[in-house]
């Protein structure tokens, strides 16, 4: 059949059939196109927001190097000015010494020195002499007379100008010794005269030392005595007195049995003496009582020491500058005694030394 010889009927639905196809063939095509576009749009939409991020994040590293630039920047300011007025400072203070300049003439040895430094001791003669307090009279070259031997006196100003390590610029002869302290108890320099009475003392070796820690009643060094499956890894030094009764006994160092000396009763003294440098390293201090009074013990080693309670170890007015107390037990809680004792630079475990001088502070009130 043709389509003229089809009805009206027949052709509206073909038409209309054809028409739904294409709409719904435009439809779908349509709705692809727009999702494309959409997930396009979100793409776009999703760099200019991650663009947006990384500006507002180099904006902000950008800020923060100019805020660190601009710090920099202040501190070396700050820095340069500190500088200007310390060196200020150090030129103010040379003109004091150049106008504040001294002559001394000590029993007809010409010094030239500071005002500063002969007032550099508040509590010493030459200070309440030089303070300004008493009229002096000065010679014709301008110089001020102290009637006194002048021939060591290079030592008292250099005291006075810097009174760290002296040891090694100090007369070494006893004589000269003396005749110094004389004139550090004259000037009343308190520490010089200590230091000087530290260096007269008399001198203990090493040798001498370990003949005395180490020996027991008969007179034979200890032996470490091994136990079956332990090795010793180091022996503990422990004092005995001349003539004192020892007895062989053992303590535990992390699982191992370490030979050591107990002595009885007898205490041991070595107040007064020259024990500088020597080594105490790992000793067990159990005797009666162990006393280093106004000893000089400067860079001793007493490294991995025990001191116990009812032992006590007394340090007063013992010289430890630079003495080593790590690794110690009992430094608090034991019965160490450090009153009046010197402690510039002696080496101890981390909060240790804060705890000791407190210790020593309430001991005084």
């Not at 793409?43 to 190097?65: F, G, S, W």
Request: with cysteine; aromatic share 10%; glycine share 6%.
């Amino acid at each position: 059949m043709t389509t003229l010889e089809r009805g009206p009927s027949e052709v509206d639905c073909t038409w209309k059939a054809n028409l739904a196809e294409e709409l719904d063939t435009f439809t779908q095509t349509s709705k692809t196109k727009f999702q494309g576009f959409a997930d396009e749009i979100n793409q776009r939409a999703q760099y200019v927001m991650a663009a947006e991020a990384k500006l507002r994040e180099e904006t902000k590293r950008q800020h923060q190097e100019i805020e660190e630039k601009g710090r920099r920047v202040d501190d070396e300011i700050r820095e340069k000015q500190q500088r200007l007025e310390d060196e200020k400072k150090s030129m103010e203070n040379v003109y004091k010494f150049q106008c504040g300049k001294v002559k001394l003439d000590v029993g007809g040895h010409k010094f030239t020195t500071s005002l500063t430094t002969l007032k550099s001791q508040p509590d010493s003669m030459l200070a309440v002499m030089f303070s300004g307090r008493h009229q002096l009279a000065t010679d014709e070259d301008g110089a001020y007379f102290i009637d006194r031997d002048g021939t060591h006196y290079r030592h008292i100003l250099n005291y006075l100008r810097d009174d760290t390590n002296l040891e090694e610029t100090l007369p070494q002869t006893k004589r000269e010794q003396l005749e110094l302290l004389k004139e550090a108890q004259y000037c009343q320099l308190n520490k010089l005269e200590t230091k000087i009475k530290m260096m007269m003392l008399p001198r203990v070796t090493q040798e001498q030392l370990n003949t005395v820690f180490w020996g027991n009643q008969y007179n034979r060094p200890i032996q470490p005595v091994y136990q079956p499956r332990r090795r010793f890894q180091r022996s503990w030094n422990s004092f005995i007195s001349d003539g004192g009764c020892a007895q062989n006994s053992f303590i535990s160092d992390g699982g191992h049995q370490i030979a050591t000396a107990r002595l009885a009763s007898q205490s041991l003294s070595y107040e007064e003496r020259d024990l500088s440098e020597l080594n105490f390293s790992n000793t067990h201090f159990s005797c009666a009582g162990i006393s280093f009074k106004r000893s000089c013990l400067r860079q001793a080693n007493f490294s991995g020491c025990c001191f116990e309670p009812r032992y006590p170890v007394d340090f007063s007015g013992t010289d430890l500058s630079e003495a080593d107390f790590q690794r110690c037990a009992g430094l608090i809680t034991g019965g160490v005694n450090f009153e009046g004792a010197i402690l510039d630079n002696a080496k101890f475990d981390d909060g240790v030394e804060q705890k000791l001088l407190a210790k020593l502070q309430s001991e005084d009130k």
